[in-house]
């Protein structure tokens, strides 16, 4: 099991940028599948971006290609969502995911989710 701490979130104009952090617990994080979810209230989560253990495998929701990027670093056991060009539907809470399979990261395929990151983007 692993426990998962998201920081990074807040309020930022349209055109903006935020970069999340999700600090990972455990001896095993390197083995875990990392990514990202966003829920608006009295919306489903929706998936945004995944990356594999090692890193070689990267995901992106079309919604985010180009502006979104997905990185960790497992020394560390953590995990990055850098984003650009931010806009106001980017807007919503952030969750952290572990799972053993990215392809395809789902709702239902995650073992461990963070508190979640509140990211608000103003028109």
């Known amino acids: 099991q692993v426990q998962l701490v998201e920081s990074g979130g807040g309020l930022v104009q349209a055109g903006g940028s935020l970069r999340l952090s999700c600090a990972a617990s455990?001896?095993?994080?390197?083995?875990?599948?990392m990514g990202w979810f966003r829920q608006t209230p009295g919306k489903e989560r929706e998936f945004v971006s995944a990356i594999s253990g090692s890193g070689g495998g990267i995901y992106y929701a079309d919604s985010v290609k180009g502006r979104f990027t997905i990185s960790r670093d497992n020394a560390k056991k953590t995990v990055y969502l850098q984003m650009n060009s931010l806009k106001p539907e980017d807007s919503g809470v952030y969750y952290c995911?572990?799972?053993?399979?990215?392809?395809?990261?789902?709702?239902?395929?995650?073992?461990?989710w963070g508190q979640g990151t509140q990211v608000t983007v103003s028109s």
């Open positions: 995911a572990a799972s053993f399979a990215v392809v395809p990261m789902t709702s239902g395929r995650v073992g461990s």
């Open positions: 455990g001896r095993t994080f390197s083995s875990y599948g």
